[in-house]
């Protein structure tokens, strides 16, 4: 299971992280690799960010990229998203996801269809 927090409203050009805990550990065979989405009202899921089970290798949407840092903390379980220069448009439900692979491996995943975990949801609102 993944729990996602620290959403909430932010001023345009604010910052904030976003934290996603996995609750299930892998016992060392796999690891997590884990992905970022959001989902703007009246729009679908997209992209975000990505992060393989190395935590080597990174992804980023060209309309976060450079404002957007993904990182983990694997004593922790968590999956971090620090945002930075908040817009308008990055209103939005941000999820958490998660897929178990070798701890080695530094694929990253962008499609959501590759995720099998997802967390609830957490709101962030950007206000101008």
């Known amino acids: 299971q993944l729990q996602a927090f620290g959403g909430g409203v932010v001023q345009a050009g604010g910052s904030l992280r976003l934290s996603c805990q996995a609750s299930?550990?892998?016992?060392?065979?796999?690891?997590?690799?884990f992905g970022w989405f959001r989902q703007p009202p009246g729009k679908e899921r997209e992209f975000v960010a990505a992060?393989?089970?190395?935590?080597?290798?990174?992804a980023y949407a060209d309309s976060v990229k450079g404002r957007c840092t993904i990182s983990r903390d694997n004593a922790k379980s968590t999956v971090y998203l620090q945002l930075s220069n908040l817009k308008a448009d990055d209103t939005a439900v941000y999820y958490c996801?998660?897929?178990?692979?070798?701890?080695?491996?530094?694929?990253?995943?962008?499609?959501?269809?590759?995720?099998?975990?997802w967390g609830q949801g957490t709101l962030v609102t950007v206000s101008s």
């Open positions: 992060l393989s089970a190395s935590a080597t290798n990174t």
């Open positions: 996801a998660a897929r178990l692979t070798a701890p080695q491996s530094t694929a990253v995943s962008t499609g959501k269809n590759l995720y099998r975990y």
């Open positions: 299930t550990r892998t016992g060392g065979t796999y690891a997590h690799a």
